[in-house]
């Protein structure tokens, strides 16, 4: 680990199920994550993307030791998570924290948003008696709420404002780390754009290192330093945004931006020229030998279905486990663009992003409480 390294993640496995379904029956093994390794530089965004299934959001929980790893080592700050003990790893777990997908699920509804918040407080001992309730009304205004929704219970809000909770919650031990699980998935798109802006300006003043996982592939390009692609447990690709975005290496990266939805239709006579990917992602259980996208790559060759590819680099600081990466991407003749949709999306951010700045906006009229 680099000096600059916060947290990395070696030869990382998580393997589910072993019982035999039947008595006669095979034990079944899901290799959820499978040989992931990567590194996080402090202060940077690092994006997780793939298909449902693929084992991005495992991998977070695995980063974090909410589950137990089966092999493989989580390192954070030069320490071990993997080896820490239950003392070591609360202490560890002060500096990292998670958003949960679901604002849903993750608030306990028996419990005020005040006490919500105040309960890693007083856990992780950063305040205590009159100051935890200071602590909880700071964290409030931080996300764009006000100190009096701390009475309240979180039926009382909106999608959007309980996820800024959660956010607040997570901030609240005053992490160096937090990983975001699909942190705007569960939201309406008009307020998608308001929780990415937050999370980037609580980057920025707060000095975090962002973990996303996220399928939605055009907010992480505006948001992202670095992205790794997973398919079926495995990282494929991992590129700086730009250079993955401009020049996506490995097949199955190109079909991510392929299936990114055009607005626009085709040109009267003019044929789309994107061909989607086809059939379902093969099971974890049961993965194909050799490269595990062969099954649906249309570059396959013999060697695919036969020998597994490395993680290689492929190009200055972008790697893609391909065997024939920087031949098919020399076939390519036309670079694949972000749908004009990202134009618009730009300019989203950029209007939430000056919105958010006005001092004398304390939360939007559209998330008042109900």
């Known amino acids: 680990m680099t000096d600059d390294t916060i947290i990395e993640a070696v030869g990382l496995e998580k393997r589910f199920g072993g019982a035999a ?25 690092f994006a997780i993307v793939g298909e ?9 929980r695995l980063l974090l030791r909410l589950i137990e790893p089966s092999a493989g080592d989580v390192i954070y700050a030069g320490r071990s998570v993997t080896a820490a003990s239950p003392s070591e790893l609360r202490a560890l777990r002060r500096e990292m924290q998670i958003i949960f997908q679901d604002p849903y699920s993750s608030l306990n509804p028996r419990m005020t948003v005040g006490q919500l918040i ?16 200071e602590r909880v009304a700071e964290m409030l205004r931080l996300v764009g709420l006000l100190p009096e929704h701390a009475e309240r219970y979180p039926h009382e809000f909106s999608g959007g404002q ?4 959660g956010i607040a919650r997570a901030l609240a031990s005053g992490p160096k780390l937090v990983i975001g699980d699909e942190p705007v998935s569960a939201l309406d798109v008009s ?53 993955l975005y401009d020049t996506p ?23 789309r020229t994107k061909p989607l990917l086809e059939g379902d992602p093969p099971s974890p259980a049961n993965p194909p030998s050799g490269c595990r996208f062969h099954t649906r790559c249309p570059h396959a060759r013999p060697r695919c ?36 949709a990202s134009d618009a999306l730009r300019r989203r951010l950029a209007l939430f992003a000056a919105a958010q700045a006005a001092p004398s906006r304390a939360t939007s009229a559209k998330e008042a409480p109900r």
């Open 162 to 165: 309980r996820q800024r909770i």
């Open 191 to 243: 307020i998608r754009a308001q929780v990415i802006n937050l999370l980037e300006d609580l980057k920025a003043r707060l000095g975090l290192t962002l973990i996303l996982v996220a399928h939605d592939l055009a907010v992480i390009r505006h948001t992202a330093d670095r992205v790794a692609v997973m398919y079926l447990g495995e990282i494929v690709e991992l590129a700086p945004t730009d250079g």
């Open 52 to 60: 449902s299934g693929c084992g991005k959001s495992t991998l977070a």
């Open 305 to 340: 279905r036969t020998e597994r590819p490395a993680l290689r680099s492929v190009r200055p600081g972008q790697s893609a486990a391909c065997h024939f990466a920087e031949e098919i991407a020399a076939a390519e003749t036309a670079a694949i663009a972000l749908p004009p």
């Open 118 to 133: 105040a309960e890693p407080i007083a856990l992780h001992g950063v305040a205590r008696g009159a100051a935890v309730r």
């Open 249 to 271: 290496m490995h097949p199955y990266t190109r079909a991510l931006m392929q299936a990114i939805p055009v607005p626009r239709p085709p040109v009267e006579g003019q044929a």
């Open 21 to 45: 379904r039947s008595f006669f029956g095979k034990p079944t093994v899901v290799r959820a994550v499978d040989g992931v390794s990567f590194r996080v530089a402090r202060g940077e965004t």
